[in-house]
Structures are given as C-alpha cells and as structure tokens.
C-alpha cells in the first residue's frame, strides 16, 4: 500500500511517501495509524495528537474508522488550510 | 461544466468573469482572495496533494451547481509560493438571478476553506516558518452550509 503524507506530518516523518506491506489484522484507518506510530519517533511525532491529523483514502476524505480494506492509497495530513 | 484549474501562475480574473458571461446569464458573482501580509508575513507558500486536490475542487463546484440554478462555476487556486498581495483564490459563479450567484460564490469559498487539500506555510519576517492552523471558525462557516 502507497502513503502518503503532507504538511508538518511529512515533516515529522521525514518522507512525502512510502509502499508499506501491512499487517493483515489492520482493519481502519485508526489501526493504520496505531501501527504506523510504532515504526519510530518521527511516526510518533507526526500521530502523537490525532485530533490534528485527516486522513483520505484513494483521494476521498476518510474517518479514523473507515475501512483500509482494498485500498491502494492512504493519504495522511493536517487539517486542510486553503482558501 | 465546472471550470477547476490548480496553478502556479496568476490569473486574469477579466478573462476569468468574461467567460463566466455566455447564455442567458443575469449575474456573475466572485470572489478573491489575497495572501495578507500583515507586516509580518514575507512568503506564503501553498502544499496541495496533486492527486486529489482538482478532484476535491470539482466535489464542491458539483455541489454548488446542484444546490443553485447556476450556469457555471469557476474555481482557480495558486499553489507555491506567494507574496503578500498576491491572488491566492478565485471562485465565480454565474447565474440567471444574483441571489443563486451570491450564494453559490459564498458556498464555494466557505466549502473551499475546509474540503480542498491545500496547507500553507508561513514565512514571517526575522526567519521563523510555521504552518498554518486550521480555524475553529472556518469550520463553523462550512458547517452551517451542510443541509
């Protein structure tokens, strides 16, 4: 699977995006992101509030309790600010 | 058809409303908004997520186009880096009476501000960057939009 990340998470990180191979007992996008924040500090940095972090699925805004099931593209990022 | 354009460059709002003006069009609404320095800030810059962002754009244009008898919409947004006094946005919409254009123009921005994925990065005088946060209020805006 392709993620992505964007804003100060991409910072955080220190990668714009990645192909993971992921467990298969991750089911939503909250479990993505428990199991992301185990990879490492910048992973902990980037997820340490979720209130602060959105999410997209293919392209299309999601929820922490969206299903990651036959995705081939999770985006993660702050709170949108355009306009 | 919505016309959605997300670029570097400035755009020619004349060009941009005198499209907007074709059928049997009444009245053309926009708006515009401009980087505001506020004396501290020296660069905007503009992240969006190429992938999703025109897609997002057309959501919202679609949106506006069913819930007004419009006879089209424009959204352009400026991505990169700009200056205070720099066009950032420009939506419009034209339509047979001034209230659906009005509307339709206010919905857009307000929609724009907390559905479309663009992130801004403030340069300010001295050095310091930050990202710009979200505002509560912006959220209340759109909110009061969802029907």
């Not at chain 2, 025109?54 to 679609?62: G, N, Q, T, V, Y």
């Amino acid at each position: 699977m392709k993620l992505l990340y964007f804003a100060w998470l991409r910072e955080k990180i220190g990668l714009s995006e990645e192909d993971v191979m992921l467990p298969e007992n991750l089911r939503s996008v909250a479990d993505l992101v428990e199991w992301l924040r185990g990879r490492g500090p910048g992973y902990q940095a980037a997820f340490a509030q979720t209130k602060l972090v959105r999410c997209a699925i293919d392209q299309d805004f999601a929820q922490a309790d969206s299903s990651i099931a036959g995705a081939t593209e999770i985006a993660f990022f702050p709170p949108v600010t355009g306009g | 058809m919505p016309r959605i354009i997300v670029q570097q460059k400035d755009f020619d709002t004349g060009a941009e409303l005198a499209r907007l003006n074709a059928g049997d069009v009444g009245g053309i609404s926009s708006f515009i908004g401009v980087v505001r320095g506020e004396g501290k800030i020296t660069a905007l810059h503009l992240e969006h997520y190429p992938a999703m962002t025109e897609r997002a754009l057309m959501k919202i244009a679609d949106e506006a186009m069913a819930r007004w008898p419009l006879s089209d919409c424009t959204i352009i947004h400026r991505v990169g880096t700009l200056h205070p006094g720099d066009n950032i946005v420009f939506v419009a919409a034209a339509s047979a009476h001034r209230d659906a254009a009005l509307r339709a123009t206010a919905f857009l921005i307000d929609w724009l501000k907390t559905s479309a994925p663009f992130w801004k990065r403030e340069d300010f005088v001295g050095g310091d960057t930050a990202w710009v946060a979200a505002r509560e209020a912006d959220e209340a805006v759109a909110a009061a939009w969802v029907k």
